[in-house]
């Protein structure tokens, strides 16, 4: 890795000595070289997603987007493939798109005229014949930087920076049995409704992230006004003893729902959407069985590890992109099946924007809370103070069906231990050897063991 | 750059036809107290100034080359509202809930509208209306937002020859929104 070590004192707050017994330390939101970390070992690291499938039609479609603060063009291929490059020209650094979408036969930088073809190749410039009486003068090295790895897991494409990092199925892992209860319910597969609503926060990426990696109990009390206005009635109360709900996580990629309440597209109230999913409930059982039928429209909330967060059921989709410490711009769609009738799609389009979007009924109290809790943290004396991640600490178990780590109850910390765990432990391994032979890194249920480094995500076992 | 796309009008404008000096200025002290009545949160009263019918869209606007056909906005792509008068309704039920936390404090809110103009359509009671907006809000001890946009209206005259809005298009002028939320309308 190319980050200069971190100073003794900043890899005191990377190992989150504390986690184990439900304690996070509050600089990971503020610290400025805890930032440059993440960007370099996190972002510049992991499988990031960058697209689905649908928004690339054809050779030439085009999207611009974020990885860390690394922006990139997605262009699909003459080949039918997809690939993606740094959006900066090798001349001078200029953008050499400036659209955030479209369709394109090729990229021109406006500074100089130098011209790239999609499959980001050097084809030409400004007074190209002096280029090309230049001794040495060699094109063909001169093309845009491709991302290391590129990959697509059922319509959503996520790309890497490092040649090294595992593979998309190894990084998913086990998490594949939960993204296909939303990506493969159906044999048509999903698409993007078009477009995108990206909007700025004054919050840390992670607290979102976070959010949506476990934090149900938020929903009721948080949401309490959004749900009164479009249920007429306030979130269930999710943390009953008989609850049927589970926090379950693999490689720091968090899902948390329950079997056995009112589903997350209930609570946007669509009586279209409802229908949708009760006519197709033995289709769900068919493809997914009888478990995963149920989560499709569960109240849940997913984080893909970094920072690529879904409700199924609600099928917003985001990506919280970093800006510094204290920014995020958070970018979202609306995930759809694509041989849904339109009117369920449009539905799926107006409940999103009803609900999560800058103007939802559920996302204007995030953002609020999000930004005080930052801004907050930047107290000297306050960001001293550890925040209390302690719920559930002895709540994992065994399940007979559910793959990963398995966690009872919904309303936990678990999740967020864990989201938390991935990133110390990805941001202290200069490579990826070395996380994987990191006690603690590859948590499975049958292990048994408690680490005995202070490394563990939750001190509950099985 | 003739013929090609701008960011926000898609087709040839024109001077509007000139409409009385009456029709402009009772318009404009309307649009003056549908401001008033959303930086006080009058809720309630703005939403009596919407037709039963009423379409209320604010659209995402997209980044996109002069050249691509598809334009910076399209109907049936994420926007921030397209809204019947019921979903007005509910986003209303929202902010005034007692449980909306990020309300109270209440925010600062400031709608100021202007180059106002008015147009006389086909039906002799429906004038179609433009105006700009910044929409400043400040909350807390020093958060603030501010949004800029364009409005395009279809105003009605009913029976009780009351001016009400039936649709509105709001244009903003942001690609990425420079705020957290919009607990407001425009």
């Not at chain 1, 960007?39 to 860390?68: D, N, V, Y």
């Amino acid at each position: 890795m190319t980050a200069d070590p971190a100073s003794p004192e900043l890899n005191d707050v990377l190992r989150l000595p504390g986690l184990r017994d439900g304690w996070l330390d509050r600089r990971v939101f503020t610290d400025p070289g805890v930032y440059q970390l993440e960007l370099e070992r996190i972002f510049a690291r992991c499988w990031l997603f960058i697209a689905h499938e649908s928004q690339l039609p054809k050779a030439g479609s085009f999207l611009t987007t974020w990885m860390g603060e690394d922006h990139v063009i997605v262009v699909r291929q003459r080949d039918g493939g997809v690939n993606a490059f740094l959006n900066s020209c090798p001349h001078r650094g200029n953008r050499v798109c400036k659209a955030e979408t479209g369709h394109a036969r090729g990229f021109v930088c406006n500074y100089h005229g130098w011209s790239f073809g999609l499959d980001g190749d050097l084809t030409g410039m400004h007074e190209a014949s002096v280029y090309d009486a230049e001794p040495g003068f060699d094109r063909s090295r001169l093309g845009l930087t491709p991302v290391a790895q590129i990959a697509s897991y059922k319509g959503l494409i996520f790309a890497t920076f490092d040649p090294a990092a595992p593979s998309i199925q190894d990084y998913l892992g086990d998490f594949t049995y939960y993204l296909d209860v939303i990506l493969d319910n159906d044999p048509a597969g999903t698409e993007f409704v078009g477009g995108s609503i990206r909007s700025e926060l004054g919050c840390n990426w992670k607290i979102a992230a976070e959010n949506f990696a476990g934090d149900a109990l938020h929903a009721g009390w948080t949401h309490a006004s959004g749900a009164e206005a479009m249920l007429g009635q306030s979130v269930p109360q999710l943390g009953h003893p008989d609850a049927v709900s589970y926090h379950v996580n693999t490689n720091g990629h968090c899902w948390e729902f329950n079997l056995d309440a009112v589903g997350n597209a209930a609570t946007f109230g669509d009586r279209l959407v409802m229908r949708y999913l009760r006519a197709h409930h033995d289709q769900f059982r068919e493809r997914l069985g009888e478990t995963r039928a149920r989560m499709v429209g569960s109240i849940s909330s997913v984080n893909v590890f970094p920072n690529f967060s879904f409700l199924p059921g609600q099928n917003t989709f985001r990506t919280w992109q970093p800006k510094g410490p204290d920014r995020t711009d958070l970018h979202t769609w609306v995930l759809v099946n694509k041989s849904a009738p339109d009117e369920v799609k449009e539905a799926w389009r107006k409940g999103a924007m009803m609900t999560f979007s800058p103007a939802g009924l559920f996302e204007m109290d995030d953002g609020e809370n999000w930004e005080a809790a930052t801004r907050a943290n930047r107290g000297v004396v306050t960001r001293r103070q550890p925040l209390h991640y302690g719920l559930g600490l002895g709540s994992r178990i065994d399940h007979p069906e559910l793959p990963g780590n398995v966690y009872q109850g919904q309303i936990n910390d678990a999740n967020q231990r864990a989201f938390y765990q991935r990133w110390s432990d990805l941001i202290q391994a200069a490579t990826w050897d070395e996380l994987d032979q990191r006690p603690d890194s590859v948590q499975r249920p049958d292990s048994g063991k408690r680490p005995d480094s202070g490394q563990c995500p939750d001190s509950g076992r099985p | 750059m003739p013929g090609q796309r701008s960011a926000v009008n898609r087709r040839d404008e024109t001077m509007p036809a000139a409409s009385s000096s009456d029709l402009l200025a009772e318009v404009s002290a309307f649009l003056a107290f549908e401001a008033r009545l959303l930086d006080e949160e009058r809720y309630d009263e703005w939403l009596a100034l919407f037709t039963d019918d009423a379409r209320y869209w604010v659209p995402g606007v997209e980044n996109r080359a002069r050249r691509d056909a598809a334009g910076p906005v399209s109907e049936d792509h994420m926007a921030y509202f397209d809204d019947s008068l019921a979903d007005l309704r509910r986003r209303v039920t929202r902010l005034m809930s007692s449980t909306a936390w990020a309300e109270d404090p209440p925010t600062r809110h400031l709608h100021l509208i202007s180059n106002i103009e008015v147009e006389t359509t086909a039906h002799p009671q429906e004038f179609q209306v433009r105006s700009v907006f910044v929409n400043f809000r400040g909350q807390g001890e020093s958060d603030q937002a501010t949004l800029y946009g364009s409005r395009l209206d279809l105003v009605r005259r009913d029976g009780d020859s009351n001016l009400r809005i039936a649709r509105r298009k709001v244009t903003l002028r942001h690609n990425v929104l420079p705020a957290k939320n919009i607990n407001t309308f425009f």
